[in-house]
């Protein structure tokens, strides 16, 4: 078996946990691959890897905040992850740093028993015609050219062809539920139990824009921002392409999900280290 770690870099906390995993982890006889930059951390340069290589790995284990979680989830594919937080409880990191080395021998050996379980949680992605961005686990944002005056558009949105929205404004924003406490929830969006399957389509700063809308999960979402220089796309807040004005983008579903691997995060407990 073959197990990845990444840490969250320049966190010794992180590096530190890493290091006592994959000791407690060779004991067992699993092959332990470590990020790149952990590896060097920890002087064992022989066992790094770049993250994009991880998706050959059986398990992968990522230790740090939500934004580690979601740089391993870009890269892992279908390859299950267990979250580790650091002490704060979050939306992706269900396992605190004192149960990580249970947590990770529970999953290891599951695995060798054939009964790895995981819950796969969707991502969505945004596609014009030629092209399809990056697979996103919080939101896509459609928008002008910059957020604030001057920097917004003629925005349109459709729902399987029906207009839903249209008029001035900065952008919009389409949310899957684990998304929903991210950027949606500082638009003023509404929060989505991961238990919902829907996406949220929320308008940011629109002069008579509509309220935030969920959609089931399998609904065609389209935006177009028009009577701008250029529109841009970005995918959790990382990936950012420029496009055309007036070019239709297209937000649904993406054909991978995420998959997650050990206890699920208590939705009501991690709510509580938002305020």
């Known amino acids: 078996m073959e197990v990845g770690i990444v840490a969250q870099r320049d966190n010794e906390r992180a590096a530190s946990l890493a290091r006592t995993l994959g000791e407690r982890l060779g004991e067992s006889d699993v092959t332990v691959r470590f990020d790149a930059t952990t590896a060097a951390t920890l002087g064992r340069a022989d066992a790094g890897r770049p993250v994009d290589t991880f998706d050959a790995c059986d398990l992968v284990v990522s230790i740090g ?37 249970a947590a990770v021998q529970r999953e290891v050996d ?3 028993r054939g009964e790895l379980t995981v819950q796969e949680v969707p991502r969505i992605a945004a596609r014009t015609d030629g092209w399809r961005g990056e697979p996103a686990m919080n939101e896509v944002v459609v928008q002008g050219p910059r957020r604030g005056r001057g920097g ?20 919009v924003l389409v949310a899957t539920p684990t998304g929903s406490t991210a950027y949606n929830l500082s ?14 389509i929320n308008e940011m700063a629109a002069r008579d824009g509509m309220p935030p809308l969920i959609v089931p999960l399998d609904r065609d979402v389209t935006v177009t921002v028009s009577g701008v220089e250029y529109a841009v796309v970005v995918s959790d807040g990382r990936a950012r392409r420029e496009i055309d004005a007036g070019t239709t983008v297209h937000v649904g579903l993406a054909d991978q999900p995420v998959r997650l ?12 280290k938002l305020d």
Do not use: C
């Open 152 to 171: 917004g558009g003629q925005i349109e949105v459709r729902v399987d062809g029906s207009t839903y929205g249209a008029g001035p404004g900065d952008g």
């Open 187 to 200: 638009e003023r969006g509404p929060l989505v139990h991961p238990d919902v399957g829907g996406l949220v």
């Open 65 to 101: 905040g939500d934004g580690t979680f979601l740089f391993t989830a870009r890269e892992a594919n279908r390859t299950p992850i267990l979250g580790v937080n650091l002490g704060e409880v979050g939306f992706l990191n269900a396992v605190g740093p004192d149960e990580a080395e």
């Open 261 to 272: 691997a050990g206890p699920a995060a208590d939705f009501f407990e991690a709510l509580g």
């Open 110 to 112: 599951a695995y060798r």
